[in-house]
């Protein structure tokens, strides 16, 4: 049998241990709830002045290949996904069409040029037999001068008189039919340049056509993955072949939640993450804010004023440039996280949203 004291001893002893208990629980719940309202203080705080999000993607500018002229392709100088420099050829046509009718078009012109070198000699010689003309004319002048006084004074009979009305008035005709001529070979020749310039023109359209029949990069970038064309096969104008991404400028649309983006402006930088390069963070700026949500510019805008309506929160593309890198290329498409730094807009008055508010 247990003495009563020593019962009551060990009562209370077993009560202090719980209450110490207690005590450890209770702090230890405080603890655990400080850190984590810290915790969730942090990450909204972190979220309103670094606003990130994982709805983002790389993007490139790309120009769709289509050849400028008709033929059949005769060399194929490339391979699907291949990187080429700006000037390199990538395809050939057929040239000896194009050829035939270079050729062509250079006779006529050089044909052309011979005749206004023609009419050219032939107007010299109508110029000169107009002055023979004149001089005829002159001649026959004075003659009709000299015969006019020597009949005032019966020296000479009436009849050689006309002869020389006659001759003169022959000599006026001469004279105007010289002017004629030349007024007829200069409009010729006027006629003539407007051919050499249209025989010129047509020259020029085939020497393009010609030089079109070799595609070269327009820029440093790499070839699609789609490459539809052979050896061998027609194209025509406007047949769209394959694709090249232009390497020297990269972006990130990053979509934002509307609720995210009333800190974000032009010239912030960012942070971006791919998930084909885990740990590789990538720097980035800012470069503008689409003007209209995704939904908006949607093939079928979102009609909120029939039905039912349903709250749902818009995303607007915050386009982020990026610089592509050697050792981890860019690739047009890849997923990105984006994080950009809104603390700047405290010390660089430029950025900040309240001196510079953004225009609607």
Not at 256 to 284: N, T
Not at 291 to 302: C, M, Q, R
Not at 343 to 356: G, I, R, Y
């Amino acid at each position: 049998m247990i003495p009563f004291g020593l019962a009551r001893i060990r009562a209370m002893t077993e009560k202090d241990a719980m209450d110490n208990k207690n005590r450890k629980l209770i702090l230890a719940g405080g603890i655990l709830g400080g850190i984590t309202t810290l915790g969730l203080t942090g990450f909204f705080v972190y979220g309103h002045y670094y606003p990130n999000t994982p709805d983002a993607y790389v993007h490139a500018y790309t120009v769709t290949v289509a050849p400028y002229v008709a033929g059949y392709i005769k060399n194929i100088h490339i391979q699907p996904n291949q990187f080429v420099k700006k000037g390199e050829l990538i395809y050939e046509i057929v040239p000896d069409s194009f050829q035939v009718i270079v050729d062509q078009k250079t006779s006529k012109l050089e044909a052309s040029k011979k005749n206004l070198k023609s009419m050219h000699q032939e107007l010299q010689k109508a110029k000169d037999d107009l002055k023979s003309k004149k001089a005829s004319r002159w001649i026959v002048g004075l003659n009709q001068k000299r015969y006019a006084f020597l009949l005032d004074k019966d020296v000479v009979s009436l009849e050689k008189e006309q002869e020389l009305q006659a001759s003169t008035i022959e000599a006026d005709a001469g004279v105007t039919r010289a002017k004629a001529e030349i007024r007829r070979i200069s409009q010729k020749l006027l006629e003539q340049k407007s051919l050499i310039e249209a025989n010129s023109s047509e020259l020029g359209t085939a020497k393009i056509n010609f030089n079109y029949a070799k595609y070269f990069a327009p820029f440093d970038g790499f070839i699609s993955n789609k490459f539809t064309i052979r050896t061998g096969q027609y194209v025509k104008p406007g047949q769209a072949l394959f694709q090249i991404v232009d390497n020297s400028q990269w972006w990130v649309d990053a979509n934002y939640k509307e609720s995210q983006i009333h800190r974000i402006r032009p010239g912030m930088k960012a942070s971006i993450k791919l998930d084909m390069y885990p740990g590789k963070k990538f720097e980035g700026t800012v470069i503008n804010i689409s003007s209209g949500s995704g939904a908006y510019y949607s093939l079928l805008p979102p009609q909120n004023a029939t039905g039912n309506w349903v709250k749902v929160p818009q995303r607007f593309p915050v386009r982020i440039k990026i610089e592509q890198s050697t050792k981890h290329p860019l690739r047009a498409g890849s997923t990105a996280h984006s994080t950009v730094n809104t603390v700047q807009t405290v010390n660089d008055p430029s950025l900040n949203p309240k001196a510079n508010p953004p225009s609607l």
